[in-house]
């Protein structure tokens, strides 16, 4: 058996494990249980990333740049759909031939 010694906040410790003590486990219990998930995935047992940075409107760069080249393509008229006075029409349009380059 190996002791291993983490050194943390006490309000950090006793948030943990009131929480864990609503799963019903302690604290020992739930890294045991880190470590061997750990073991299993080869690696943290959940993503660890930067959260991506944001405008002022709450959107990435890459959906600002999507938003942007999809007003150009529809001002070319590409991927642009008519406007439809019924369901009926709308499905029909989305399963013409003309829409499909297969």
């Given at each position: 058996m190996s002791t291993i010694q983490v050194r943390i906040t006490d309000e950090d410790k006793e948030e943990a494990?009131?929480?864990?003590?609503?799963?019903?486990?302690?604290?020992?219990?739930?890294?045991?249980?880190?470590?061997?998930?750990?073991q299993q995935n080869k690696g943290l047992p959940f993503e660890v990333a930067l959260e991506p940075e944001r405008d002022e409107n709450g959107l990435t760069k890459e959906e600002v740049e999507a938003i942007i080249q999809?007003?150009?393509?529809?001002?070319?008229?590409?991927?642009?759909?008519?406007a439809f006075d019924n369901i009926e029409d709308a499905l029909a349009f989305l399963d013409s031939p003309e829409r499909h380059d297969d």
């Open positions: 494990q009131k929480i864990l003590e609503a799963l019903g486990l302690d604290l020992p219990t739930a890294i045991r249980m880190f470590l061997k998930q750990v999809a007003q150009k393509d529809a001002e070319k008229g590409i991927n642009v759909s008519p």
